[in-house]
């Protein structure tokens, strides 16, 4: 039976993939170069330094790349600022539900702990976590399994007791190596066939979940 669900933070509670990727476009255009939804796609999931090694990577050593991630991390300040976090339709809901229905519910974010933080706070959902754990509280970040790994023990659960709910390709290799049944709510990225093997639900939006939990035993299936 399941005790716990372990919910990932941008992408799959807030829409915050869309305008970072719009902030790094726009600064590395002005910059005079390019960011093709490609190389976007590439940090979705993974820790910031994990996502600035990758990318340093792409580009030419000439390129002022500190410059340019100082740029993007002002846009997206501007852009927060004047319009806020937008949550997800259903997971306010969502959330209810599982906490109502006596589940754990806790937090499995590759976004380092003072941003996932304000994240939080800022979008009203902070209360609903009994465990948030944060990409700077594992040594390896997704898809490795340490942060699920790391959010089970807190909650002092097996890990196959947990199911993960997450947007990413990154995200839903991670869970699926811990062992952990996966709940997929895609985002900006259509997952590939297998990424989608590796889940035991796609949904097309959190609003579904109670729905998906309320069947049945609430047992996961391979089959759907």
């Not at 829409?15 to 940090?43: C, H, I, K, N, V």
Request: with cysteine; glycine share 6%; charged share 25%.
């Amino acid at each position: 039976m399941i005790s716990a669900i372990i919910f990932d933070l941008d992408g799959t509670l807030i829409d915050t993939e869309r305008p970072t990727q719009r902030a790094w476009q726009t600064a590395m255009s002005e910059f005079g170069l390019s960011m093709p939804d490609s190389m976007y796609a590439l940090s979705i999931g993974r820790t910031a330094p994990d996502t600035f090694r990758i990318w340093r990577e792409m580009v030419d050593d000439d390129v002022p790349f500190e410059q340019i991630r100082l740029r993007a991390v002002a846009l997206v300040d501007e852009e927060r600022t004047r319009q806020g976090i937008r949550v997800f339709p259903g997971v306010v809901e969502s959330l209810t539900f599982v906490t109502t229905a006596r589940l754990a519910c806790a937090l499995a974010t590759s976004t380092f702990r003072a941003g996932a933080e304000k994240k939080l706070h800022h979008a009203g959902l902070r209360d609903f976590f009994s465990v948030v754990v944060c990409g700077d509280d594992v040594s390896a970040s997704k898809p490795a399994p340490d942060i699920y790994l790391e959010t089970a023990r807190r909650l002092g659960l097996a890990p196959a007791l947990c199911v993960a709910v997450e947007d990413s390709e990154n995200g839903v290799r991670s869970a699926h190596s811990a062992g952990m049944p996966v709940v997929l709510v895609p985002d900006l990225v259509a997952p590939s066939p297998e990424v989608r093997a590796m889940a035991d639900v796609v949904l097309s939006s959190l609003g579904e979940l109670p729905g998906w939990l309320q069947g049945g035993d609430r047992r996961p299936s391979r089959d759907q």
